[in-house]
C-alpha cells in the first residue's frame, strides 16, 4: 500500500511542480526513447532467468504473495538489475542523442539554436526515463531487502 502512494506522489510530483503544471504528455513522451529504455531491461531479464522473480516483486510489494527467504533474495536481485539495466540504457540514449544533435548543427545555418535545443531536449528524455524507472524500483528494492532480514530472523 504504501509503494502505491509513494508512486502517486511522484508522479504528482513530476507533473505538477516539476514541469510547472505544463502538459505531461508531450513534454517527457517520445515512444522511441521508451522502447530503447525499457526493451533491453525486459531482454536481460528474460535471458538471465529473472523475469519472473521480477514479476514476483511486484506480487511481494503488495502482499499477495508468500515467499521464502531466497525468493525475496532473487527478487530483489532482479530488481536491482532492472535498476542499473535502465540506468545503462538511459545514459547510452543520451549519450546518442547527444551525438546526433551536435552532429546536426553544422547541417543547419538558419535556425541554429532552435535545432540545438529541440535535439537535446529530446536527447535529455533517456536519462528521463531511467531515472523514473531506478525511482519506482528502488522502494522495491529496500522493502524485499527488509523482508529478507525478517524471514532470516
Same mark, same amino acid.
Given at each position: 500500500?504504501?509503494?502505491?502512494?509513494?508512486?502517486?506522489?511522484?508522479?504528482?510530483?513530476?507533473?505538477?511542480i $516539476?514541469?510547472?503544471?505544463?502538459?505531461?504528455?508531450?513534454?517527457?513522451?517520445?515512444?522511441? %526513447?521508451?522502447i530503447?529504455?525499457?526493451?533491453?531491461?525486459?531482454?536481460?531479464?528474460?535471458? %538471465?532467468?529473472?523475469? #519472473?522473480?521480477?514479476?514476483?516483486?511486484?506480487?511481494?510489494?503488495?502482499?499477495? #504473495?508468500?515467499?521464502?527467504?531466497?525468493?525475496?533474495?532473487?527478487? *530483489?536481485?532482479?530488481?536491482?538489475?532492472?535498476? %542499473?539495466? %535502465?540506468?545503462?540504457? $538511459?545514459?547510452?540514449?543520451?549519450?546518442?542523442?547527444m551525438?546526433?544533435?551536435?552532429?546536426?548543427?553544422?547541417?543547419m *545555418?538558419?535556425?541554429?539554436?532552435?535545432?540545438?535545443?529541440?535535439?537535446?531536449?529530446?536527447a535529455?528524455?533517456?536519462?528521463?526515463?531511467?531515472?523514473?524507472?531506478?525511482? *519506482?524500483?528502488?522502494?522495491?528494492?529496500?522493502?524485499?531487502? #527488509?523482508r529478507?532480514?525478517?524471514?532470516? #530472523?
Amino acid at each position: 500500500m504504501f509503494y502505491f502512494v509513494y508512486l502517486v506522489i511522484v508522479t504528482l510530483y513530476t507533473a505538477l511542480i $516539476g514541469i510547472g503544471g505544463q502538459n505531461l504528455f508531450s513534454h517527457f513522451f517520445d515512444g522511441a %526513447t521508451l522502447i530503447f529504455v525499457l526493451l533491453p531491461c525486459i531482454v536481460v531479464l528474460f535471458c %538471465t532467468g529473472q523475469l #519472473k522473480a521480477f514479476g514476483r516483486s511486484f506480487l511481494l510489494i503488495f502482499g499477495k #504473495k508468500s515467499a521464502s527467504v531466497s525468493e525475496c533474495r532473487e527478487s *530483489a536481485a532482479s530488481v536491482k538489475t532492472a535498476g %542499473t539495466i %535502465t540506468v545503462i540504457f $538511459g545514459m547510452m540514449g543520451f549519450i546518442i542523442g547527444m551525438i546526433n544533435g551536435l552532429s546536426s548543427v553544422s547541417h543547419m *545555418a538558419s535556425d541554429m539554436e532552435y535545432g540545438i535545443a529541440r535535439d537535446a531536449a529530446v536527447a535529455l528524455v533517456s536519462p528521463f526515463y531511467a531515472s523514473v524507472v531506478c525511482a *519506482a524500483l528502488l522502494p522495491l528494492y529496500f522493502i524485499i531487502k #527488509k523482508r529478507i532480514i525478517a524471514l532470516e #530472523k
